[in-house]
Nanobody
């Protein structure tokens, strides 16, 4: 099973940007559809963005459309989430997911007003 490690989280002011990275192990990374999810304190984990293995199908949760961009570099076994125009309500632990099964440990994103 693929192992996933997220990085790039941090503390940022509202309106700022962050780029999250998710590095995967294994030679099958390019065959996995990849997704980003987030979980705010006291809330359930929710979908943020997803991309199929070819990068041809991309979807976003409505509140992040136009602000977040998911991308992947299969040569580096890495998927990214570029987050712009961040809002305090984007504060959460962000997780990447492979094929709906494997999860990373999460990276904290905190947006202050």
């Amino acid at each position: 099973q693929v192992q996933l490690v997220e990085s790039g989280g941090g503390l940022v002011s509202a309106g700022g940007s962050l780029r999250l990275s998710c590095a995967g192990s294994g030679r099958s990374f390019s065959s996995y559809s990849m997704g980003w999810f987030r979980q705010a304190p006291g809330k359930e984990r929710e979908f943020v963005a997803a991309m199929d293995e070819n990068g041809a199908k991309i979807s976003y949760e409505d509140s992040v459309k136009g602000r977040f961009t998911i991308s992947r570099d299969n040569a580096k076994n890495t998927v990214y989430l570029q987050m712009n125009s961040l809002k305090p309500e984007d504060t959460a632990v962000y997780y990447c997911n492979a094929d709906g099964t494997a999860w990373g440990q999460g990276t904290q994103v905190t947006v202050v007003s």
